[in-house]
């Protein structure tokens, strides 16, 4: 993914965080069953993926993809998290047009 070459572009964290409402995490050996939301909220009942979250590096850009009206994340999910932990309102992002998808797959 991050070999792709495509332009960092700043965004609102705002048009990122529906991501927050969708159970892309997991613990307790079972998958995608943690909202990034429950994290944020309770961070003590969550400290592993808290502590995942607070030791991502935002040094590095949020990779989007548009998908039916709206920005996917493709990578970044914890950085956006601490983005939004921390209070930044805007984050780098690059967005990834469909057609390099099978770039990344390779």
């Known amino acids: 993914m991050w070999a792709l070459d495509v332009p960092v572009e700043e965004m ?3 048009e990122l965080e529906w ?4 159970p892309f995490l997991w613990e307790n ?3 995608y069953n943690l909202t990034s939301r429950e994290v944020i909220v ?3 009942e969550h400290k592993e993926e808290f502590e995942r979250t607070m030791r991502s590096d935002l040094s590095y850009p949020i990779d989007i993809m548009e998908n039916k009206g709206r920005w996917l994340i493709l990578d970044g999910l914890h950085r956006l998290m601490k983005a939004s932990i921390t209070g930044l309102e805007r984050v780098q992002v690059r967005k990834v047009s469909r057609e390099r998808i099978p770039e990344i797959l390779k």
Do not use: R
Not at 19 to 22: A, K, R, S, Y
């Open 19 to 22: 991501h927050f409402d969708i």
């Open 42 to 44: 309770k961070p003590h």
């Open 12 to 14: 609102s964290t705002t």
């Open 29 to 31: 050996g079972d998958v």
